[in-house]
């Protein structure tokens, strides 16, 4: 995936950045719209920009173009910070998504993400956009 690729959707999920009509249909889940719109090195790189907004992307800022204008237009949120001990959820995330857990460790090596132990055993690395807290 080229940079800037990257920039804009970080600026997107971060900053609530307006897209160019490629990203805006990756966001809304236009399949075909996403193809029509991209150069051949985005189509190239599809899966692995997909993959990218499935991981770094909150998911109510993707997925229909419900969702992309209401994440445009809604307020200002603070990403969630956490903090050893909190407990929380796991979103965006196949394996684990739903599952909830203890913080145990920020950051964990090598991937600058955060350890949590479940219940049952246990442990997963996620990114901060993947876990929220619960109360």
């Known amino acids: 995936m080229r940079p800037d690729i990257r920039e804009a959707i970080d600026g997107y999920a971060k900053n609530r950045d307006t897209l160019g009509g490629f990203l805006t249909a990756v966001m809304e889940n236009d399949l075909l719209g996403a193809f029509e719109r991209a150069d051949n090195g985005n189509q190239r790189d599809m899966l692995e920009i997909v993959t990218y907004v499935y991981m770094h992307v909150p ?48 950051p964990f090596e090598p991937l600058e993400g955060i350890l949590v132990e479940f219940p049952i055993g246990v442990n997963g690395c996620f990114l901060p956009a993947q876990l929220r807290k619960m109360n």
């Open 59 to 106: 998911r109510s800022a993707w997925g229909s173009p419900e969702r992309v204008t209401a994440w445009l237009a809604g307020p200002e949120e603070k990403p969630y910070e956490p903090v050893t001990g909190d407990r929380v959820e796991v979103l965006n995330n196949p394996k684990f998504e739903g599952w909830t857990g203890i913080v145990q460790r920020l």
